[in-house]
C-alpha cells in the first residue's frame, strides 16, 4: 500500500518493470530512499560511488537488457553529477528515467542550501522533464515518463523536492480523476509503405556494388542482414555500435568502420555504387561515400535521421529486422558475386594482419596482443564493455565478436570513464554471464573508486586495464590531426593490481607477451572480481587502416616541431610498416 508520495513513484516505475536503481543516498532523497528500504525484496538499489557513474550503469542496463534503466541522485551537486552519463543515454538513445531530489519546495529559488533548479539544468538532455507537484502529481508524472522513455528512447527527469517526497497520499484536483492513467506503452512496430519498399528494392536491384552499412539498430537482424548481404552480394561494413550486429567470422562482414575499421571496410566504400544504411547514424561523414558517388536506401526508426549523414533516395521508417524481411522477397539475386568475394579476399588478409599484430613478442608488450588473447578466451555469452581512447581500436578490431556474445561502448558521446560502469550494470543484469570491461588506464582512473562496488555486491566483473601511463588518443590527434608535438597527456602510474587488492579483489600484472594468455586465463577463471593490469608499449598508434597523405604530413610535422618521444614513435610506425608489406 502506497502510504507517501515516494511510495506512489516506486510503486509506480515498479509497474514499468523497473527492478534495479543506481544511486547515491543523499538528504534530498531521503523519503525515496525510506521508500527503498520498504522495497528490498522487489527492487533492488545498487549504490555508487559517484554519481556519473549511475547514470553511465543506467545508460548500460537499457543497452544491454532493453529495459528502462533508472538512476538515483541527491538535490544540487548529486544531479549535476548524472549529466555526462545521461548524455550518454540521449546521444545513443537509450531509455533512461533520472530522478533527482530538491529541497523544500517552498524555499526552492530563495537562495537556499543546495538550490540548483535541476529540472532548468536538464532541459537539453531530457525528452520529458518536469517537477513533482504534490504526491498527487507523482502517478500521473511517473507513467508519463516511463512511457515518454521508451517511446522516444531518451532521458526522462522527475525531480522532487524532499518534504513532498513524505506527503501523504490522499486529495487531489476534481479534474485528475483515479485511475485514468497507466503502464501501457505502444512497441513502434510500423512497416514501411509497399510503394516505398518497391522503390529502395529498385534501387537495390539496380546495383552492381552494394554496401550494407549497420549500427546499434540493426543487431536485432544478424540473420536479415546476412539473407539481404547474400542476395545482394554485399559486403556487411559495422559502426562499432554495431560489432554484434553480425559476428566476425561471417563470410559476408568487413568489420568496423572509419579511424577504428578495417582496410576492406574503407575499400568498399569507397567503391560501392549503392548504399544500404540499417539502424546506423554513423557520426564520421568523411568515412562515407562522397555524395554523388553512390545511391542510398536507409532504414531507420526515426524520421527525423533520414539523410542525415548521406543523400538518400529511399527512406523506410520502421524496425531493422521487420523492415528488412519485408524488403527481402522484393529483392534479386545479384549474379555478379565479385564485389563480395573481393571484400572477403580483403578480409582474409586482413584477419591474417590483425593475427600478426596480436601475437607479437616485442617488450614492452604491444596493446594488440592483449586484445587478440582476451578475444580469443571470451565465452560465447561474454558481455564485453570498452571504454574510450586507443583502448576501443584494439577493441574494434582485435576482439573478434561471435554470435551471442554483446558488445557496447560511449557511442555517440565518446565518454572516457564508461567502462567500468557498464561491466558492473551488465554483470547486475545478467548474474550467470561473463562480463568484461576493456579498459585504458586514462578511463578507468577516473572513475575506479566503482570497482569496490563490484567488491561490495560480489559482482565477478573482470577488468583488462591496458595501461600505457598516457591519454593515448589525444596524443595521437594531437599529432596526426593538426601536427603538434604532444602536451599534457602523459599520467602518473597507478599500481592497478595493486589497487584492486587493497579493494578485497585479485589483481595480476601483465608485462610479458609469452605470459598475456596465461595469466588472462587464470583471471577470467579467479571466481569474484578481478583487475588485470597489462603493461604495453606507449609509442603504439591506433592509426586508421588508411592513412591520408594530410594526416602523413601532419605526423611528420609534429615530429619535426619537437615532439619529445620522436625516435620512439617513428621507429615504431616504420617497423610496423615494413611488417604490413613483408
Known amino acids: ?24 543516498p543523499g538528504d534530498g532523497i531521503n523519503g525515496i530512499m525510506e521508500s527503498l528500504r520498504q522495497r528490498q525484496e522487489k527492487m533492488r538499489f545498487i549504490q555508487v560511488r559517484h554519481e556519473e557513474s549511475a ?15 533508472v538512476c ?90 524532499v518534504d513532498l517526497q513524505e506527503q501523504k497520499a490522499g486529495e487531489r484536483s476534481k479534474r485528475n480523476v483515479p485511475g485514468h492513467t497507466s503502464d501501457h506503452w505502444a512497441r513502434v512496430g510500423q512497416l514501411p509503405a509497399g510503394e516505398d519498399l518497391e522503390r529502395a528494392a529498385a534501387i537495390l536491384n539496380g546495383s552492381k556494388k552494394t554496401a550494407i552499412l549497420c549500427g546499434r539498430g540493426a543487431l536485432g537482424a544478424t540473420d536479415e542482414l546476412e539473407q539481404v548481404a547474400e542476395t545482394l552480394a554485399a559486403p556487411i561494413i559495422k559502426a562499432l555500435l554495431g560489432k554484434a550486429a553480425v559476428p566476425d567470422d561471417s563470410p559476408y562482414t568487413t568489420g568496423g568502420i572509419g579511424l577504428l575499421g578495417t582496410q576492406p571496410s574503407q575499400q568498399a566504400i569507397e567503391n560501392c555504387d549503392t548504399l544500404l544504411m540499417v539502424g546506423t547514424s554513423f557520426p564520421y561523414i568523411e568515412f ?32 531493422s529486422r521487420c523492415t528488412l524481411s ?16 573481393q571484400a572477403r579476399a580483403g578480409m582474409e588478409q586482413w584477419w591474417k594482419l590483425m593475427a600478426e599484430r596480436g601475437s607479437r613478442d616485442d617488450r614492452p608488450m604491444k596493446p594488440q596482443v592483449v586484445a587478440w588473447e582476451l578475444g580469443k578466451r571470451l565465452a560465447d555469452d561474454a558481455i564485453v564493455s570498452c571504454d574510450s581512447g586507443t583502448v576501443a581500436t584494439w577493441f574494434a578490431r582485435q576482439i573478434r565478436a561471435r554470435r551471442g556474445q ?20 551488465a554483470q547486475v543484469a545478467y548474474p550467470q554471464r561473463q562480463c568484461v570491461a576493456f579498459v585504458g588506464d586514462g578511463g578507468f582512473s577516473m572513475l575506479m573508486a566503482e570497482f569496490v562496488t563490484a567488491v561490495k555486491y560480489q559482482l565477478p566483473i573482470k577488468v583488462v586495464v591496458v595501461k600505457n601511463n598516457t591519454l593515448g588518443m ?24 595493486g589497487f584492486a587488492r587493497a ?49 602523413s604530413a601532419h605526423f611528420a610535422e609534429a615530429l619535426a616541431r619537437g615532439e619529445p618521444n620522436r625516435s620512439k614513435i617513428a621507429w615504431t610506425v616504420l617497423a610496423d610498416r615494413v611488417r604490413q608489406l613483408v
Not at 519485408?326 to 568475394?341: C, H, I, K, M, V
Not at 554483446?406 to 550494470?425: C, D, R, V
Not at 594531437?478 to 593490481?497: H, K, R
Request: aromatic share 8%; net charge negative; with cysteine.
Open 1 to 24: 500500500m502506497a502510504n507517501t508520495a515516494a511510495d506512489i513513484l516506486l510503486d509506480t516505475i515498479s509497474d514499468w518493470g523497473v527492478e534495479v536503481i543506481f544511486g547515491l
Open 55 to 69: 547514470a553511465f550503469m543506467a545508460c548500460a542496463y537499457a543497452k544491454y537488457t532493453g529495459k528502462l534503466g
Open 72 to 161: 538515483l541522485a541527491t538535490s544540487g551537486p548529486g544531479g549535476i553529477h548524472l549529466l555526462n552519463g545521461l548524455y550518454d543515454a540521449k546521444l545513443d538513445r537509450q531509455p533512461v528515467l533520472a530522478i533527482t531530489g530538491h529541497h523544500f519546495h517552498d524555499l526552492i529559488d530563495t537562495h537556499a542550501q543546495q538550490d540548483v533548479s535541476l529540472d532548468r539544468l536538464f532541459m537539453d538532455v531530457a525528452v520529458y522533464n518536469t517537477r513533482i507537484m504534490g504526491a498527487a502529481h507523482v502517478e500521473n508524472v511517473a507513467d508519463l515518463a516511463c512511457r515518454t522513455a521508451f517511446g522516444y528512447r531518451g532521458v526522462a527527469h522527475i525531480n522532487f523536492p
Open 288 to 319: 562515407l561515400p562522397k555524395p554523388g558517388q553512390a545511391r542510398a536506401v536507409q532504414i531507420d526508426l526515426d524520421p527525423a535521421r533520414m539523410g542525415l549523414r548521406y543523400p538518400v533516395e529511399v527512406g523506410l521508417v520502421g524496425d
Open 326 to 341: 519485408a524488403l527481402l522477397p522484393r529483392l534479386q539475386r545479384q549474379e555478379d558475386r565479385s564485389f563480395l568475394e
Open 406 to 425: 554483446m558488445f557496447s561502448l560511449s557511442g555517440n558521446l565518446a565518454s572516457m570513464a564508461n567502462g567500468l560502469p557498464y561491466a558492473i550494470a
Open 474 to 497: 589525444i596524443k595521437w590527434e594531437q599529432m596526426v590531426f593538426l601536427g603538434n608535438p604532444e602536451y599534457g597527456c602523459e599520467l602518473a602510474p597507478i599500481d592497478f593490481a
Open 503 to 551: 579493494c578485497g579483489a585479485k589483481g595480476f600484472t601483465i608485462e610479458d607477451p609469452a605470459q598475456c594468455g596465461a595469466v588472462l586465463d587464470q583471471a577470467l577463471e579467479t571466481p569474484g572480481p578481478v583487475v588485470v593490469e597489462a603493461v604495453v608499449d606507449p609509442f603504439t598508434p591506433p592509426l586508421p587502416a588508411k592513412i591520408t597523405l594530410e594526416q
